[in-house]
């Protein structure tokens, strides 16, 4: 024999043992007295034994009811309580020995998490006010590797305020804070929108967004998206609601999976462009959830809807009343 059917043997002989303390306890009472086994509970059986009780309450009838059996308690005040035979207190407490009981089910009994429900955060910064320079500063909030950054690789150290318009310039703005709350919970989707528009004549055509990520040791780590804001439709003087999708970027790539693991977000813009918004939204879906409807959202009155990871976005590059979707 085995080591571990040699467990398992000597298992089945603590149960059938057990049932046998069982049907000694309860002998007493036959089915027809059902109600006073387990007074205002449930009848718990292992096998045709009558093994114990459940009860959603545990006063002074519960307890005199119980009678020396082990009182297995609930993890959570709401919870119910269990009066059961020993040793099978321990099965009660074991999920996987659940199916030697009826009912076959204690979860009754074990505090509940918070509970995860799919839901979406936008984290915001400037305000979508179309530049209007009124109502004072918008400031952005870029991270210190990449005020370094700028300050090591561009003729003009800093960021631009939103709404600022003018020439050479960046643009810069770390988003950060947007890990789950809560177990259960995981990033599913991402995008971000901003207006970028009004630059200079003649210094615009060679300007360009970019998502990355620089560390704090000033080197940028995974994957990055750099795109010429020509290719946003943004003509010069004008403006354009911009939609990414960092699951599905213009250029295939998908920055989520950088993005959970550094928990930050780098956006830019060079050098002759003012940002009036830019709005980062983030879908946390559950363990175990497969997402399959669409995420929309509201952008200048439109509704633009992309989906989860593991579907496709809107068409690449169709043009929307409202801005450009890539
Ligand atoms: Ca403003
Ligand atoms: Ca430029
Ligand atoms: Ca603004």
Redesign the pocket.
Known sequence: MSLTSRRVARGLFVATSAVGLAVSFFARMSEADADQICPGGQIIRSGKSIVGCLYSTWGPAEQAACNGAVHVPPESPEGCHICVVAPLDAAVLDRTQWPMFTPSDFSCRLAEGPGCEPYSRAFEA??D?D????????LPAPSDALLNYIAQNYSYPGSRD??QIGGDRWFAHTFTGFAPERAGEYICGARLVTRIGHGETDLNVNDGLALWFLAPNGQAVGSGYWADLASFGIQNGSSQLVTLDLAHLPNGGNLLPDLIANGWLDFTVQDDHAV?FARLEIDYCCEDDLVVTDTCFEGDGALICSQSPSELPVSPGESQADGVVF
């Open positions: 400037g305000v006010d530049f209007d320079p009124g109502g004072g500063p918008e939103f709404d009036d």
